[in-house]
Structure formats: C-alpha cells, structure tokens
C-alpha cells in the first residue's frame, strides 16, 4: 500500500500512532496514557475528537491481543493496523501505517514501550498549530534500565537541544498539512534514523520544528544487557540507518545537513582508511602504523580522562565503530523511492 490517505484532512482530529513489535509488558500502560492525554486535550476543547492507532509490525507475543481488549473498554476509537510482512519490519514502518491510514490534523508517534504525560498533548497542540511550524516534541525521561546504553541515553537527554531543532528525536507531534507535501511521514524502508529523514525535509520545505522544555515522555527500555541489546540492534540492522539516509540524500540539498549529523561515524571510517594506508607500508616501515596506535592509544586515554570512566571511553569508541560499519553497510542497500515502495498490510477488526 503506498497511496495517501484519501479524503480531506478532518480538522480538529489528532491521531496518536503506537508503533509496537512484541511489547506485551508494556502495551497497556501506553495505551492507557495516550487515552488519558487524548481525554484532557479534548477536555480542553483543544480538539474535537481523538483516535489512536496501534501500527504493529506483526508481534508474535500479546500485543493486539491485549489492545483488543482495551479498545472495548475505552470511549476513545482505537484501530489497529498490522504489517502482513515481516521481512519489512524496520523501526520507521509503523508510523508509515498509522500515516497511510488516518486524514487526522495532527498525528503523534510514540513507541510502544513509553508512557505520554497526561499534559503532553496540551502543552504540544498549540504550538503545531503556529503559523510555519511542522512538528513539535518535548522531553523524554529514560529510567536507568542497568546498561550502557540507558546511561548514555540519561545524559543525552539531560542536554537534548530545546527550541527549534532539526529533526523530532524520541518521538513528537506533526502537522499532517505539512507532511503531506513532503510525501511520507517515515520512509518506510529505513531501518532506523527516520526521524531525521523527515525532520530535515520538512526544514528544506521551510517548516520549523521545536522541542518544549517539559518532561512529557517516559521510555520505559527492557532491563537486558548492553551486549544484548546491541546485539539485538545488529542483527535487525538498526545500525544501517544513518547510510541509508545519507544514500538517498546524495544529489539533494540535504546531504549536507545529514553528513554534519553524522560526522563522528564519517570521521570514524576516515580513521579506518587511514589505518589501512598505515598498514600498506608495514613491509616497508613500521612507523606510519606505529605512529597510528599511538595516536589511537593517545585519544582513548583523553577520552577516558574526559568521561571519567575507561569502560564507557571503551563503550563510546566501540558504538562509534560499530555505527560506522553500519553507515558504510547501509549506504549500499537497495533504496527505491517511497512512492514505489509498497507496505504490506492489513487492519486488524473485532
């Protein structure tokens, strides 16, 4: 299915799209939350009527089950629609479903395993409905689920840019006027930096996009390990995203927007050419690769000092590796146009 939503857009609607795969723990608790801010918002007579859309990528555990369930406990329309095909199981899949299938004014994304603040959709509609604004987003709490990764997301978020930004991190709220003229809301051929994609061309269009200073979105990350859950991101090929990205941006204004985006994974491929040109003269000297390790050895003990922690200058320096392995990887994939590229999929009734 690649066709836009047919019909005109319905004025004062908001849509709110749960993208999900296998989040059986905490499906409920993020229904629940969307239901409630969707009833303070309308309450507000910030809008006239409210709907949620569950765009799951074919779950194999309770997920529909448990949203079936609360769809006839609750006033507030909730439909879900369900890819048909798991080989097109990317993380920019679902909000594409949920895009494809509402005429909604305003349309939020939010993951399956976070919890909306019951204020978040007031403190937000105001804002997309200002003249030239595409999109808004606020603030995302991650709990510290254990690992690495949660750590550095906690202190990501703590400096996360407010004001206008480029691009809708963690989930936000789009003006559907306004994505319709780019085309799509997330590619769905991406296997991860969809928000990006969309932000960035939404600002060549001459919107503006801007996160509010209000703690409105808890994520609510699985407690596994970091080498399980990088893992798990490997073998998906979330780390292919950012090449996919910068493939499709080559040739438009956009390639450089994405490129700075990216420039510590660009940097980190420079170092391996460099590595491998040090290398090719190794039968000759051993300076050029001598030198290389040492100035290798040299950032890492600065970097260590800086962060104040060997293990996570060592987290740091091998994610960075590991993210531009996947640029270079995902550069390459097959891309086709978003218009030629059709979702398979199906609503989910009873």
């Not at 200002?130 to 709990?143: L, Q």
């Not at 600002?203 to 801007?210: A, M, T, V, Y």
């Not at 090929?237 to 927007?257: A, D, E, N, T």
């Amino acid at each position: 299915m690649t066709r836009k939503p047919t019909g005109r857009i319905t004025e004062g609607t908001l849509a709110v799209i749960i993208k999900t795969l296998n989040e059986e723990r905490r499906i409920e608790t993020c229904i629940r939350s969307c239901m409630k801010a969707l009833e303070n918002a309308t309450n507000k007579h910030l809008i006239k009527r409210g709907e949620i859309i569950l765009a799951d990528s074919l779950s194999d555990d309770r997920t529909v089950e448990i949203a079936r369930r609360l769809r006839k406990e609750n006033q507030i329309p909730l439909r879900i629609i369900q890819l048909t095909d798991p080989s097109q199981r990317r993380c920019s899949v679902g909000p594409q479903m949920g895009y494809l299938s509402t005429n909604a004014e305003l349309i939020y994304i939010i993951d399956g395993d976070m919890e909306l603040h019951p204020q978040t959709l007031i403190r937000l509609i105001p804002r997309v409905r200002e003249r030239g604004i595409a999109g808004a987003a606020v603030r995302v709490h991650e709990p510290h689920s254990g690992n690495l990764i949660s750590a550095t997301l906690q202190e990501k978020n703590v400096t996360l840019e407010t004001g206008e930004v480029d691009y809708l991190e963690g989930g936000g709220m789009y003006k559907k006027e306004a994505v319709d003229m780019v085309g799509y809301l997330t590619d769905p051929q991406l296997y991860a930096n969809e928000e990006s994609d969309i932000g960035i061309a939404l600002r060549e269009k001459g919107f503006r996009l801007l996160r509010i200073d209000f703690i409105g979105v808890t994520h609510h990350r699985d407690e596994s390990s970091t080498k399980a859950e990088i893992s798990g991101k490997f073998a998906s090929r979330y780390f292919h995203g950012p090449g996919q990205v910068l493939r499709k941006s080559v040739g438009s204004g956009r390639i450089l927007k994405h490129a700075l985006r990216l420039k510590i994974y660009l940097a980190m491929v420079a170092v391996w050419v460099v590595g491998i040109a040090c290398l090719a003269f190794t039968p000759l000297t051993l300076w050029p690769i001598g030198t290389y390790l040492v100035l290798y050895a040299a950032f890492f003990l600065f970097f260590a000092v800086k962060k104040r922690s060997v293990v996570r200058a060592g987290y740091s320096l091998f994610k960075w590796n590991l993210s531009a392995l996947g640029l270079f990887l995902g550069f390459f994939l097959p891309y086709s146009p978003v218009d030629r590229y059709t979702i398979r999929m199906r609503e989910v009734r009873g």
